[in-house]
């Protein structure tokens, strides 16, 4: 799946357009950088509610290609910049986390 399939009006794009078609393959949700870099699998959609810089790091590092915010969650504008040198595409929605993972299975992305 891409980036782009998830946007809608409740899910918007906050790094550069290119990064709308980074592909990803299922998710992993969680908050606790730890675990996910231990538990998530690369090409894995990750939600979480941490936005901040070392986010973007596990992201790298796990090669995890598009990270959603959930309930509303904004990243400082480093992040963002450093989301875009890196490639993963960032989203931000309203949506709580489990919300989400209810609402991107139901459309089919996970």
Known sequence: MLTSDILDARYRLLTEEKTASNVFSGC???????IVMKSAQAKNLLITVIPNLNTVAVAVLV????IIFAEGNL??????????TESVALVSTPLKTYEVILDLSKRGLV
């Open 28 to 34: 992993y949700a969680g908050d606790l950088l730890s």
């Open 63 to 66: 090669d995890l290609p598009v």
């Open 75 to 84: 990243p400082a504008a480093e992040t963002i910049q450093k989301a875009n």
